[in-house]
């Protein structure tokens, strides 16, 4: 990513472009440093409810007229809420570059957050949550993150609970704006076929109205794991089993996990899809997967099967977690795994979408842009005694175990435990 430049506005604003010359559109995304971490439990959710408002009207724009303008230049415009950042973006062909950053700009410094579309939007989003909570591999998530994560903003959901919800208002939603959505925390992220000064100067003919700082000091979050389930009358038991991994800071060790996690449940190769799905036949989904943060990590196993099939299937993951901790992986599954993670980063490259996440979040971590070549580098030097070193100290943590479905007769936490044991 040679054609990459960063650039600091005199307003604290961070602006990144991503020359790509063989596309014909420019991605223009808004990354604000903000997401579900910085709320306290009485407004859980309003990370997500600002984003739904974004697009509700300006003082100059009305929700239609913002719709519109995206539309006739043939464009998109979309955002995303997650536990530390969202995501504000637009495509766009690359002449609409300014259209891109003027509705951008727009959406995020003159929203008016009127009050009967707030009203209404409530509904919206109280839909989403009902959404998530009638559908079993969804909001085992959120089960899983608040037994992980207890009494911590890490834990509660995303999209917050009913009553969080119905308490928003106008009014909180503009003292959530002031205190962190301020220039230090705001990146624009310009990725396509443009020049950085026109860039540079649009930014600064548009976000003029940006609060230079404010107080969004991120609690720390701490992995605690510890048991949970839910009876609830469906088909199957949906089961999460999760472990402490590391934080972002540490990129060797979290190159280490994700080679872990490709060997042990990340593609129909891995360790879990042939022994439980493929030899044993207990299941249809089975994978695992990675979420870290700048101070905590979590590696979990996520799987779905029959009731009278669920104490099988921790069995048989149990088993092929201790054999990895005991005996390591083979020369074969290492480098499969190591060109798996490698691909995923090269192949990520060709998407202007995933390059405008990836620079985003960099910055959000490390504060700067790290070469792709650092990061293959890193990949390249993992070795097989360093997966056994991460497979030893990841799963010799506290699980986190979450059931949902007819839970009567699952293991308890101490026979999971027990199973976990060398």
């Given amino acids: 990513m040679d054609n990459v430049k960063v650039e600091k506005l005199s307003n604290g604003l961070t602006v990144i472009t991503d020359f790509v010359p063989t596309v014909e559109s420019v991605l223009v995304g808004l990354m604000s440093a903000v997401g579900s971490i910085n709320e306290n439990e009485n407004i859980n959710g309003i990370s997500h409810f600002l984003e739904h408002m974004a697009f509700k009207g300006t003082a100059t724009r009305t929700y239609t007229k913002i719709a519109e303008m995206i539309e006739d230049i043939g464009g998109d415009i979309n955002a995303y809420t997650s536990k530390d950042h969202t995501f504000y973006y637009t495509k766009v062909l690359k002449e609409y570059l300014e259209n891109g950053i003027d509705i951008l ?35 085992i998530y959120d089960y899983f993150a608040e037994t ?80 949970f389930k839910k009876q609830k009358d469906l088909e199957q038991i949906h089961l999460m089993i999760g472990f402490e991994s590391s934080n972002t800071t540490d990129r060797k060790k979290l ?75 083979t020369e074969k599954e290492l ?43 890193l990949i390249d030097s993992i070795s097989l005694q360093d997966i056994i070193m991460t497979a030893n100290r990841v799963f010799s943590s506290t699980p986190t175990v979450t059931y949902l479905g007819n839970v009567s007769d699952v293991y308890d936490m101490d026979t999971i435990k027990s199973k976990l044991l060398k």
């Fill in 148 to 227: 992980a994560y207890p009494n911590q903003a890490m834990g509660r959901p995303i999209l917050g609970t009913e009553e969080s919800i119905k308490s928003i208002t106008p009014s909180k939603l503009k003292q959530y704006i002031k205190e962190n959505y301020c220039a230090d925390k705001l990146f624009l992220i310009v990725s396509g076929n443009m020049e950085h000064n026109k860039v540079i100067e649009l930014a600064k003919k548009y976000f003029t109205n940006l609060i230079p700082a404010g107080n969004c000091a991120i609690p720390k979050s701490k992995y605690n794991g510890g048991y």
């Fill in 335 to 377: 480098e499969r795994a190591k060109v798996s993670y490698k691909a995923s980063l090269l192949m990520g490259l060709e998407s202007t979408s995933v390059r405008m996440r990836m620079l985003g979040r960099q910055m959000q971590h490390y504060g700067k842009l790290i070469p792709i070549s650092e990061n293959v580098e």
């Fill in 255 to 329: 190159f280490a996990e994700n080679v872990l996690n490709n060997v042990l449940g990340g593609g129909m190769s891995s360790r879990l899809f042939q022994e439980v799905r493929e030899k044993q036949n207990l299941v249809y989904t089975i994978y695992s997967a990675m979420n870290n943060f700048r101070d905590t990590g979590c590696m979990y196993i996520y799987t779905s099967t029959d009731t009278e099939k669920i104490n099988k299937v921790i069995d048989a993951t149990s088993k092929e977690i201790l054999k990895v901790c005991e005996n390591g992986i």
């Fill in 105 to 139: 700009a727009d959406i995020i410094q003159n929203s008016v957050f009127d009050e009967v579309e707030t009203e209404k939007e409530k509904n919206v989003i109280l839909q989403e949550l009902y959404n998530s909570l009638d559908t079993p591999d969804d909001i």
